[in-house]
């Protein structure tokens, strides 16, 4: 279980002084969720997630992972960033060996590994491939099975999937959905693409920016189950739905609702929100 | 004015028969080695602590770039008055000649190692040294060698200037000896020597080397160092 108990992060710039990332923002993740954090930039989900990976330390409040506060980085939580990171100095197959090297894990353990999570991401035949070689989808499988195989309780992903091409980004989705559903692992996971968050999360937390706070907290797998795609006419409704709320609110940040990859313009309301019975009156949201 | 090739390999023989060149070769390459050990040990060591710390910058970095810039015969006569007529002499030329141009490209390569694969390490659980042993180092690997394929020529150029200068063995006295003979065939053969050394030492310590790192890292990576 991951909580986070008001927390503050503050950033230096050069060229607007301190501002405040994060201000008494306070979450829960239970294990086995699916957490969707979306917004605009700014809202400070990637602070969030960075305090949560330990890559960043709060400047008011505590980060807490299974009731032990985040003091570091470590194995326990498998970490993916929007660049794949692989090392090229390295095969595919000894990235994916990289931490659990570090772990000091026997040679067989290793290997048995890699294979079964390079197999488990569809990479199997690039095991001795070189880094230079590969798509930039290929890279990011890579860098999943390489955060899966340390068996993390915990993983968080920070707009894995947002430099990828659509149609890779869409195999990606269901793969990832997929792999939760087997493993059930806990994943936080950060975009501002509002039709990928509605896509994955069992649960889609809405981030407003400035100051940053949580907008909207949003139980989607107790109404729609998976599978689901970004086409599905529940999850642009509820996406739609999710981003008129923000712009709403005077949100002209990027937020792209309509999975187009742009930012949306600012569009008129449409009449699907106020709709008896539609989707995302259901879940309990009204303009 | 100049020998025919004939002249060049008859005089080359020569001095192959009598041992001579054997010897001077042996000396030569030994300051060479040992010098360029010392070199490149220290060199990468100043460098990765230059990209690293940066208060050894700010004191120090201004000082190496400027050093680097003097021809490395100009440390002869430093070495001579420090050490004498000896090998440390030499040494110290060769090690003056060719450190800092390895440090200089450490550093660059160091520094320029993606702040995203420390993070990513550390989410492995990389720490301090393996940091550096498994993340750092490796990544920078492209620039260090360039580093040090440059210093290996600033090493073998350093050697020869000092053996020319002080005459103490080595094939530089050899192309010395030559020259105050008035034996133009020797001169050329010795300088043959000197270009196949270089030339050939190159090639086999760099050779696999630059290959290996073209393979991992794909041509455009390879260029760009």
Redesign the interface.
């Known amino acids: 279980m991951i909580e986070v108990r008001r927390v503050g992060k503050r950033f230096q710039s050069t060229t607007r002084g301190v501002t405040a990332a994060l201000r008494e923002m306070s979450l829960t993740v239970d294990d086995g969720e699916f957490v969707c954090l979306v917004g605009p930039s700014g809202c400070g989900k990637t602070t969030l997630l960075n305090l949560i ?3 960043e330390r709060p400047d008011e409040g505590e980060v807490l992972v299974h009731g032990k506060r985040v003091r ?4 326990d ?3 993916m ?1 929007q ?1 794949a ?1 692989l ?4 095969s595919v197959a000894e990235n994916v060996a ?2 659990m ?3 000091r894990l026997p040679r067989k353990e290793r290997q048995a590994r890699a294979k079964k999570y390079l197999d488990l991401v569809k990479m199997s035949g690039f095991a001795r491939a ?4 590969l798509s930039g989808g290929m890279r990011q499988r890579v860098a999943l099975a ?1 955060a899966l195989a ?1 068996e993390p309780d915990i993983l968080l992903m920070d707009e894995p999937f947002g430099a990828l091409d659509p149609k890779s980004r869409d195999a990606l989705q269901a793969e990832l959905v997929d792999i939760w559903e087997k493993t059930h692992k806990t994943i936080v996971f950060v975009t501002h693409d509002m039709a990928e968050a509605v896509r994955l999360g069992s649960r889609v937390i809405v981030l407003r920016a400035r100051p940053a706070r949580v907008a909207r907290d949003v139980d989607v797998a107790a109404e729609l189950p998976q599978p689901r795609h970004v086409d599905q006419q529940e999850v642009v409704e509820l996406a739609a739905q999710l981003k008129r709320d923000l712009d709403e609110t005077g949100e002209h940040e990027a937020v792209d609702g309509d999975g187009d990859g742009q930012r949306d313009e600012r569009a008129a309301a449409a009449s699907g929100g106020g709709g008896a019975g539609s989707f995302a009156d259901r879940l309990g949201l009204h303009l | 004015m100049l020998p025919g090739p004939g002249g060049v390999v008859r005089s080359l023989g020569h001095t192959l028969r009598d041992g001579e060149l054997a010897r001077a070769v042996g000396t030569s390459l030994y300051r060479l080695f040992v010098g360029y050990a010392m070199s490149a040990c220290a060199g990468i060591t100043l460098g990765v602590a230059l990209a690293r710390m940066s208060w050894l910058r700010a004191a120090v970095g201004p000082l190496v770039v400027g050093l680097q810039a003097l021809p490395s015969i100009c440390w002869l006569p430093l070495a001579l008055l420090w050490f004498g007529l000896s090998e440390k002499a030499i040494l110290f030329v060769v090690v003056m000649g060719s450190m800092l141009s390895i440090t200089i490209a450490t550093e660059g390569a160091v520094r320029a190692v ?1 702040t ?2 420390i ?8 720490r301090r040294l ?1 940091l550096y042993t ?2 750092i180092l ?2 920078a ?1 492209p620039g260090i060698v360039t580093g040090l394929k440059l210093g290996w020529t600033f090493a073998w150029r350093s050697l020869m200037a000092g053996e020319l200068l002080y005459v103490a063995g080595g094939l530089g006295q050899l192309l010395t000896l030559g020259r105050e003979l008035g034996d133009m065939a020797r001169v050329m053969s010795v300088m043959v020597v000197i270009v196949i050394l270089g030339l050939g030492f190159e090639r086999l310590l760099f050779g696999s080397v630059e290959k290996r790192v073209r ?4 041509y ?2 390879a260029e760009a160092s």
């Open positions: 990976a330990g890559l570091a980085p470590g194995p939580r498998g970490v960033f660049d990171a090392f090229p100095w390295l990289f931490g090297k570090e772990l070189w880094v230079h070689e390489r340390l | 993606p995203l694969y993070r990513a390490a550390r989410t492995m659980g990389s393996r498994r993340v490796p990544a690997l393979e991992r890292w794909g455009a990576q």
